[in-house]
Nanobody, 115 residues
Framework: QVQLVESRGGLVQAGGSLRLSCTAS????????MAWYRQAPGKQRELVAG???????NYAASVKGRFTISRDNAKNTVYLQMNNLKIEDTAVYSC?????????WGQGTQVTVSS
């Protein structure tokens, strides 16, 4: 069983930066895909960014150019660097991992962006 533990989010002013981390209990190199999702109040959960084992990344259009996803296989950790945060980035951010046919989720962490 894989466990994903996210770092604490927080409150940040618009225009500020925040970095989230997600550490897996197992070897993330075996994870085909690791990603960050978010869900804002009253909205559906959406993919924010994903990174494949190959290093290929993809981003939601709303965060492209502001967010960067990366992975450190030696530390079994995936990061989400969020810059130039906007109020609309406020959401619960959750880490996701796909290994074969099995998927795993972190517990979620709140990110709040204030004006």
């Amino acid at each position: 069983q894989v466990q994903l533990v996210e770092s604490r989010g927080g409150l940040v002013q618009a225009g500020g930066s925040l970095r989230l981390s997600c550490t897996a209990s197992g070897n993330i190199f075996s994870m085909h895909l690791m990603a960050w999702y978010r869900q804002a109040p009253g909205k559906q959960r959406e993919l924010v960014a994903g990174i494949f084992t190959s290093g290929t990344t993809n981003y939601a259009a709303s965060v492209k150019g502001r967010f960067t996803i990366s992975r450190d296989n030696a530390k079994n950790t995936v990061y989400l660097q969020m810059n130039n945060l906007k109020i609309e980035d406020t959401a619960v951010y959750s880490c996701y991992a796909l290994k074969g046919a099995d998927s795993y989720w972190g517990q979620g962490t709140q990110v709040t962006v204030s004006s």
